[in-house]
């Protein structure tokens, strides 16, 4: 029989305190004044501001996932919200940034590392946006903010064959802890796809956590539920997303078409 590690160990502790429901994380992508926008993943820097004085009001803190699950492990997340923001645009470190800073909060930001410096070309129907630099990384993490990782090209892990998969999982581990000189622990599943297979992947690859957006049942460490915060989302519609935070166990009517299962009924 092997020996259980710490990271083992830590993880099994997270999966044993883990609330039900599981602690609330928010999921935005890119924050820049942008009118078209077919899958609604842009929040404008004045819409975003506002979002976080709401967070700030009701004495909440965002935080970075990382920070989230260890606060979790040691009993004293209350209070606590995490913030994270996939795709790894690079208006994060012009928009987002100092408006986080400001605060006084983190966030995590899951970046693909076969695309620095490139941009969103999944989006088939655009807009093109930049993406983050190997550059841009540096100074996130010299800010204070996590980075994780969205796998290499955003490719659904779900429909991926053996090989795609081991490659998106460890091969972006590798490439992001060279450049922010720290081991990656966090995962993000591209489009939210996920299941056993992908999950398995991920915890394989070395990864501390795994994010997704509704897991249902598959919901833990490696397969966090988030909640998309968009442009639409004033105080009251925030107030109302949190209250029904327990409720969330498939995906919400109002999700961005991007991560809706094809063929799937919401609910």
Same mark, same amino acid.
């Given at each position: ?32 004044d942008a009118?078209? +926008? ?34 979790? $492990? ?11 923001? +996939? ?8 928009? #987002? ?16 590392? !076969? ?8 989006? &088939? =129907?655009?807009?093109?946006? @930049?993406?983050?630099?190997? +550059? ?9 903010? &996590? ?15 053996? #090989?795609?998969? $081991? ?18 622990? !966090?995962?993000?599943?591209?489009? !939210? ?9 991920? =915890?394989?690859?070395?990864? =501390? ?5 509704? @897991? ?27 209250a029904l935070?327990a409720l969330?166990?498939?995906?919400? $009517? ?6 809706? @299962?094809?063929? #799937? #009924?919401?609910?």
């Open positions: 029989m092997s020996a259980v590690t710490a990271p083992d160990r830590a993880r099994a502790r997270i999966r044993r305190l883990l609330p039900t429901p599981p602690p609330w994380v928010a999921m935005y992508h890119s924050i820049t009118a078209d +926008d077919p899958y609604q993943v842009t929040v404008s820097p004045v819409r975003f501001a506002r979002q976080l004085h709401w967070l700030g009001d009701r004495g909440l803190r965002g935080v970075s996932v990382r920070e989230l699950l260890d606060a979790t $492990a040691a009993g004293r997340a209350r209070g606590l919200v995490g913030l994270t923001f +996939d795709d790894g645009y690079a208006d994060f470190l012009e928009s #987002a940034l100092p408006l986080l800073r400001r605060h006084g909060f983190t966030a995590t930001v899951f970046v693909l590392a !076969g695309r620095l410096g490139g941009d969103n070309a999944w989006d &088939e =129907r655009g807009p093109r946006k @930049p993406l983050l630099t190997e +550059d841009d990384i540096a100074r996130i993490v010299e800010a204070g903010m &996590e980075v994780g990782s969205h796998g290499l090209l955003h490719t659904s892990l779900v429909t991926a064959d053996d #090989a795609t998969l $081991a490659e998106d999982t460890r091969r972006s581990r590798a490439l992001l802890s060279e450049i922010t000189g720290t081991a990656t622990a !966090g995962y993000c599943y591209p489009y !939210g796809d996920v299941d056993a297979r992908a999950v398995r992947a991920v =915890r394989e690859a070395g990864y =501390r956590y795994g994010c997704a957006i509704s @897991p249902g049942a598959l919901t833990g460490a490696y397969a966090l539920p988030r909640i998309h915060i968009g442009e639409r989302d004033t105080p009251w519609r925030l107030t109302a997303k949190r935070h969330r166990r498939r995906r919400p $009517a109002d999700l961005p078409e991007r991560f809706r @299962p094809v063929g #799937a #009924a919401l609910s």
